[in-house]
């Protein structure tokens, strides 16, 4: 399992994705999630990212990435990473090193 999990890490962070789709919507007042499904190219898998932003009292904000393996063929969770950090300004900077991190 856990090479298998490689793997698609690797493959993750080499191959170009295909196609996206984007959608954004709030999952409560104070968050906003935003999702992006790519299906990446050479491969029968598609990665699924989501980034959540909550405004936490204090000024601090949460930033939340979630990065997402799908099997192509029936859709079912094949792995998932999880990066969290809190920031005192926009959650930008941490979500494009995430992505640039893992290549999407």
């Given at each position: 399992m856990k090479k298998l999990m490689m793997s698609l890490v690797a493959l993750a962070v080499l191959t170009t994705a295909a196609s996206?789709?984007?959608?954004e919507n709030a999952s409560h007042k104070n968050a906003t999630v935003k999702t992006s499904t790519?299906?990446?190219?050479?491969?029968?898998t598609t990665?699924?990212?989501?980034?959540?932003?909550?405004?936490?009292?204090?000024?601090l904000t949460r930033c939340v990435f979630v990065l997402?393996?799908?099997s192509s063929d029936d859709?079912?969770?094949?792995?998932t990473h999880t990066s969290e950090t809190y920031t005192n300004g926009s959650c930008g900077e941490?979500?494009?090193?995430?992505?640039?991190w893992w290549g999407v």
């Open positions: 996206a789709k984007t959608t790519y299906r990446l190219a050479k491969t029968n990665v699924k990212i989501t980034e959540e932003v909550t405004e936490m009292q204090g000024g997402t393996f799908l859709l079912h969770v094949v792995g941490f979500f494009r090193a995430c992505r640039q």
